[in-house]
């Protein structure tokens, strides 16, 4: 296969573009840029220096990928912006290097789709088969586990974590973490119980839904303190891989997790 780079391209000599990579008209390759095989960037999509983007993506038009992190303390220093493989970024979507003080890498895993004009700060974490949705923002050092998704609009304050298959509500405000296979939403969001779309999908069995359901109402809804509700879950349900994760989870934050909300008390279904 060859490279396809159209005439109106401005591309680094110093970047390295895979085989059956396709470059648009007035797109922008900057110096230090590897480019993996089959990846396509589309016109007007820029990918900034100090950028490794894997096989299969595909940048659309005006996105911008790998530029200088929006952080008072950057000056300047070599960071990375790391992407795996097939991904989606798609119109005016931003994603930014990483700094010093967090490591200096912000990573992207592999088949995520990031929609039009999502935003992905400097020292981010995500992991795969992620959907950010319209105009849904992370500021810096936020970690999104694996098949999370993220309503339109929502925006996810510094340094808090989104779980494995958890869901946020559009036009949410996250402020602290959310557990995995929950859902989360509101303008202050709060938690809604287990996101029950989202483990059907996954096919989740009807005792792990359960289960989750159970954790959940101990954890968060039946007034006890949370270490002790904790130890009360894992006795009663800690035979679920996914319930020990759920604990896991919660013990190792240094944000605290997010309150449930006080209008319901789980989804029907």
């Given at each position: 296969?060859?490279?396809t780079i159209h005439p109106t391209a401005q591309v680094a000599s110093s970047a390295e573009i895979g085989d059956g990579a396709v470059i648009g008209h007035c797109a ?29 993506n595909h940048i659309h038009s005006y996105a911008m990928v790998g530029g200088a992190p929006q952080d008072l303390k950057f000056h300047g220093e070599t960071s990375w ?143 006890k303190p949370r270490q002790e509700a904790l130890l009360e879950a894992e006795k009663e349900y800690g035979s679920f891989p996914e319930i020990m994760e759920l604990l ?22």
């Open positions: 296969m060859s490279v922008v390759i900057e110096e230090d840029v590897i480019i993996g095989e089959g990846t396509r960037v589309d016109a007007f999509a820029s990918v900034r220096r100090y950028t490794r983007l894997g096989r299969n912006l790391e992407i795996g493989d097939n991904n989606t970024i798609r119109e005016f979507a931003t994603l930014h290097r990483g700094t010093e003080t967090g490591g200096g890498v912000t990573r992207v895993g592999s088949r995520n789709l990031l929609m039009a004009y999502t935003h992905v700060a400097h020292d981010c974490t995500l992991g795969d088969s992620i959907i950010m949705s319209n105009n849904a923002t992370l500021a810096g050092h936020v970690e999104v586990q694996s098949g999370a998704i993220l309503g339109g609009l929502s925006a996810v304050h510094q340094f808090a974590r989104i779980g494995r298959n958890a869901f946020i509500g559009g036009m949410s405000g996250i402020a602290m973490d959310v557990p995995p296979f929950m859902l989360a939403s509101g303008p202050r969001a709060d938690l809604h119980g287990p996101n029950l779309v989202g483990l059907r999908r996954m096919g989740a069995s009807r005792e792990l839904i359960s289960a989750l359901r159970g954790a959940y109402k101990l954890i968060w809804l039946a007034g896991r989870f919660m013990r190792e934050g240094s944000r605290g997790v997010l309150a449930a909300s006080h209008d319901t008390e789980d989804q029907e279904g």
